[in-house]
């Protein structure tokens, strides 16, 4: 691969493990230094005996708003600048709503819709400064169909849409691109908590993507010219509508 994001500097939320991982490597590997973000202190720094001086850790619980709000600070002390954002972090609440524990609803719709607006807040007064910047949104097939298995989690994807393509239109006058990717079903811990006979059905029809096919996605969007915007993406495995 062409090293066409050298000299950039990413940020990747839930960069520990799945679709965060994938896309820090793809990064690492068209010339990106990447701040790797998540609350898995052992991960991050396992990551960055591997790649060295290219990869910097900061470990912060999303969900702790204080913890949340020394993201960008720290960014900033540790790298310099900040030309990527990835907000990736998220969790998962599947099946029937009836079943869905109160407590578990309030941290999904915490990390999945707060934490991702309140990040791209502070990001963007230094992205605005410079007037330049690229923000994706990790999204998921639910924000484009009503998954009647997920409706908690569909609808927190939704609410995200809605936020990528509002704040997209504010922001590009500046130079700032904001993308979302919405992936059908990946192969990550995510799917730990999807109703067993979905699972089943879906590993053996063949589909479910994996993480490493998204990152090269994402990849693809940040390396357009600055003139194109990749808004929004939807990949799906091809068996998946079968």
């Known amino acids: 691969m062409a090293r066409e994001l050298e000299g950039k500097i990413a940020a990747v939320t839930g960069a520990a493990s799945g679709i965060g991982l994938a896309s820090t490597e793809a990064m690492l590997e068209a010339g990106a230094r990447v701040v790797t973000i998540d609350r898995d202190q ?12 290219s990869v910097i850790p ?13 993201l960008m600070p720290r960014v900033l002390e540790t790298a310099g600048q900040l030309d990527i954002f990835h907000a990736n972090a998220g969790t998962y609440v599947g099946g029937d709503l009836v ?6 609803i309030d941290r999904m719709l915490n990390l999945n819709i707060n934490v991702v ?3 791209v807040h502070d990001v963007l007064p230094h992205m605005i400064g410079r007037r330049t ?4 949104v990790t999204s998921s097939l639910a924000a484009h169909f009503p998954t009647p298995w997920e409706p908690v989690y569909a609808s927190s994807k939704w609410a995200i849409n809605c936020f990528v393509q509002t704040v997209r239109r504010q922001v590009f006058k500046y130079g700032i691109r904001v993308g979302s990717i919405s992936p059908g079903p990946v192969i990550s811990a995510l799917l730990a908590d999807w109703p067993p006979e979905k699972l089943k059905e879906a590993r053996e029809s063949g589909s479910l993507l994996e993480a490493a096919e998204v990152a090269n996605v994402i990849t693809f969007m940040l390396t ?8 929004d993406v939807v990949m799906m495995p091809t068996n998946f509508d079968l």
């Open 58 to 70: 900061i470990v912060i619980d999303l969900l702790d708003p204080k913890d949340c709000a020394t």
């Open 99 to 104: 079943d869905s524990d109160a407590g578990a």
């Open 224 to 231: 357009r010219p600055r003139g194109m915007t990749i808004r």
């Open 133 to 136: 910047g690229d923000i994706i």
């Open 42 to 53: 052992a991960a991050l720094q396992s990551f960055q005996a591997k790649h060295g001086d």
């Open 117 to 119: 607006m309140k990040n």
